[in-house]
């Protein structure tokens, strides 16, 4: 119980589920319970029926080979980069290869081509935002990283890093005042403390 976290997407293929809808899901359930969880090793059954050119009932999401790559360099980020990916397969050749071929280049850390701007610019599809709506309800019993994300589920990833940022940046100046304040109220008690009295000097006999 709360160590098998299932996503499962609901509402069919229309609208689609594409790259905007499982980058979402990495970033609000998959790696948030995953960096909670701190694993030792991460193996991965890497199957491809999303990459796009598996038609439906076989596939039907539209899922890039150039989004499974930077899903592959996110779980690097666990475990030290101890990953495994071993191949499930799929249904078309082409599209198999392809993100094979982004997965690889992603454990070699090889350069990634860019997320094109209109992906991060997107919001997730409504039946996207439902299912992670109800992961969430269900696996924030189990982990509580998740519940801060419940209410940015609908943003674009473009304004989830703008808030993300805004947060970071307020976070780092209640510490400053927090440590400032915690400064001035050291420095109004050693104001107010008593100071020893002073011994009054020996005056030598005069000549």
């Known amino acids: 119980m709360g160590y098998n976290v299932n996503v499962a997407w609901t509402g069919g293929v229309d609208p689609p589920i594409g790259d905007v809808e499982y980058l979402t899901a990495f970033r609000t359930v998959v790696m948030p319970i995953a960096h909670e969880f701190s694993p030792d090793v991460v193996l991965v059954s890497a199957g491809f029926d999303a990459v796009e050119g598996h038609l439906s009932p076989l596939g039907g999401y539209s899922v890039t080979a150039r989004c499974f790559g930077h899903l592959t360099r996110q779980l690097m980020t666990l475990a030290g980069g101890r990953v495994v990916l071993a191949l499930e397969g799929g249904h078309d050749l082409t599209a198999i290869c392809d993100a094979s071929e982004a997965c ?29 709506e109800k992961v969430i309800e269900i696996q924030s019993k189990h982990w509580s990283c998740v519940q801060r994300f419940a209410s940015g589920l609908g943003r674009s990833l473009r304004e989830a890093q703008a808030g993300e940022t805004e947060e970071a940046e307020t976070v780092s100046a209640m510490a400053l005042l927090s440590v400032g304040a915690e400064q001035a109220q050291a420095a109004a008690a050693r104001e107010q403390s008593p100071r020893p009295a002073e011994e009054p000097m020996e005056q030598e006999p005069a000549l």
């Open 104 to 132: 690889v280049s992603a454990l070699l850390s090889v350069e990634l081509q860019p997320l094109d701007e209109t992906v991060l610019q997107q919001k997730p599809n409504i039946n996207a935002v439902a299912t992670l």
